[in-house]
């Protein structure tokens, strides 16, 4: 039953990319970029545990992929119904049609007001100075890092202040790209430094979003890279943020197990931490499937559904943690979905949803997740009609899509709030468009 539901699995997975792409817009669409996400957070540790099902402990694995298979044939049914309704007959002209060129599509060109730049970078410095301030510095954190979400509770404003730092040469790199320049030496040498010093957070998905956006953003003004480029560069990104940023951070957690170790971090990464990869992949790095296991293993049996109590969280989630209400859980959800104030589960959308209103509530969040990436994927479609920061902003959002599917607890898809916001803030606050015709004609 297991390898056929994975199978299942892998047969809607390939039918989901087919659905999304077009040769208008290729994989730079949130249905497509959806589907890579689900094959890194689902599909791998799915067939991982089918092949060794000793590694999921509590809980059903034949039920856990069931619910994954489900979501998946929802979020399919969304994406197809909207696309279905939105242009019964434009798929097909699209794909018939050459795509015009960036230059004759686009209506507008892109200045960036250097002062905004600045001010932005000012608020990412100060925000990266107070979070290592206040949790030891940048070393601790590396050192620590099987303690990330205990350092950085409460101190989500600071880390979004930081990002900053990420969102000015993201943004100042597009605007070249949408002018039909190169990304330049500086503005790529500015990102490094600024992805460099983010690692040391640990937390991957503030590493994955910006390079997802980058590279959705230049294929989709500019596409000058064949495919296979664009998949070896893909495979290269994936191994740095999962394996290597994955093996500095499973170091630390060794750390804490084995107190006292002379192993270093070099040892580590060359001899224990590739022997038991597959089991800390689909166990920890990619822990969905096992989440999801363990959810339905706790409602309805130990505890009644929630009911929308996470929903509520998120609405309280602006409040300092400080003064914040608590919207406590159910004991036995409690321990296992929050075992300790220490190690914080990164709960995907089919987790949040099941605990909330079980299956039925698992259906309609899928559904609504796909018809939500349809309506991104067709307004993409029309991005040469957009400003500079409406594509930024239509991009940023394509992203949060694929990382609610990984973790849609209320802490974490206000962080997703935030993140659209801010790269979207930094590029409508330090933008000065103009309609290509109106400088022509000034031109003249």
């Given at each position: 039953m297991t390898y056929a539901l994975a199978t299942v699995q892998t047969v809607l997975l390939a039918l989901?990319?087919?659905?999304?792409?077009?040769?208008?817009?290729?994989?730079?669409g949130a249905g497509v970029v959806a589907a890579g996400t689900w094959l890194l957070i689902f599909l791998i540790p799915s067939w991982i545990l089918t092949a060794d099902p000793s590694l999921l402990t509590v809980g059903s694995l034949e039920g856990a992929l069931a619910s994954v298979d489900?979501?998946?044939?929802?979020?399919?049914?969304?994406?197809?119904?909207?696309?279905?309704?939105?242009?019964?007959?434009a798929r097909a002209r699209d794909d018939r049609q050459s795509r015009p060129s960036p230059a004759h599509q686009r209506r507008?060109?892109?200045?960036?007001?250097?002062?905004?730049?600045?001010?932005?970078?000012?608020?990412?410095?100060?925000?990266?100075?107070?979070?290592?301030?206040?949790?030891?510095?940048?070393?601790?954190?590396?050192?620590?890092?099987?303690?990330?979400?205990?350092?950085?509770?409460?101190?989500?404003?600071?880390?979004?202040?930081?990002?900053?730092?990420?969102?000015?040469?993201?943004?100042?790199?597009?605007?070249?790209?949408w002018n039909g320049r190169g990304a330049g030496p500086g503005p790529s040498v500015a990102l490094i430094a600024a992805l460099g010093l983010t690692a040391t957070l640990g937390a991957r998905e503030l590493l994955a979003v910006p390079l997802i956006e980058l590279g959705m953003f230049y294929w989709t003004v500019r596409r000058r890279i064949s495919?296979?480029?664009a998949v070896a560069l893909i495979a290269v990104a994936v191994f740095v943020i999962v394996f290597v940023v994955g093996m500095v951070k499973r170091y630390s957690n060794y750390v804490v197990q084995h107190p006292g170790t002379r192993v270093t971090r070099l040892e580590f990464m060359f001899n224990q931490g590739p022997s038991d990869f597959a089991h800390s992949y689909a166990i920890n790095t990619a822990d969905g499937?096992?989440?999801i296991a363990l959810g339905e293993h706790v409602v309805p049996s130990q505890a009644p559904p929630e009911l929308g109590?996470?929903?509520?969280?998120?609405?309280?989630?602006?409040?300092?943690?400080?003064?914040?209400?608590?919207?406590?859980?159910?004991?036995?959800?409690?321990?296992?979905?929050?075992?300790?104030?220490?190690?914080?589960?990164?709960?995907?959308?089919?987790?949040?949803?099941?605990?909330?209103?079980?299956?039925?509530?698992?259906?309609?969040?899928?559904?609504?997740?796909?018809?939500?990436?349809?309506?991104?994927?067709?307004?993409?479609?029309?991005?040469?009609?957009?400003?500079?920061?409406?594509?930024?902003l239509l991009l940023a959002l394509g992203t949060a899509v694929s990382m609610l599917l990984r973790n849609a607890a209320a802490p974490a898809a206000a962080d997703a709030i935030v993140e659209v916001a801010g790269i979207w803030a930094v590029a409508r606050t330090s933008e000065r468009a103009h309609s290509r015709s109106s400088m022509l004609a000034a031109g003249r």
């Open positions: 989901l990319v087919a659905v999304g792409w077009s040769s208008a817009r290729e994989w730079a489900l979501s998946l044939v929802c979020f399919i049914a969304g994406y197809g119904a909207v696309r279905w309704l939105t242009d019964r007959g507008w060109v892109t200045s960036l007001d250097g002062r905004w730049l600045a001010a932005w970078v000012v608020f990412g410095v100060l925000g990266f100075a107070a979070l290592f301030a206040t949790t030891g510095g940048p070393i601790h954190f590396i050192r620590n890092l099987a303690a990330e979400g205990a350092m950085t509770r409460g101190k989500t404003y600071f880390i979004f202040a930081g990002m900053a730092l990420v969102w000015v040469p993201q943004t100042v790199i597009c605007a070249r790209w495919g296979r480029s499937i096992v989440l109590k996470e929903l509520l969280r998120l609405v309280l989630q602006v409040i300092p943690s400080s003064v914040r209400p608590r919207i406590g859980a159910a004991p036995a959800i409690a321990s296992a979905i929050y075992p300790s104030r220490v190690f914080v589960y990164a709960q995907p959308l089919a987790l949040v949803a099941y605990l909330q209103f079980e299956l039925p509530g698992l259906i309609v969040a899928f559904l609504v997740a796909g018809a939500g990436a349809a309506a991104l994927d067709r307004e993409l479609l029309a991005w040469g009609a957009r400003r500079f920061s409406t594509l930024m």
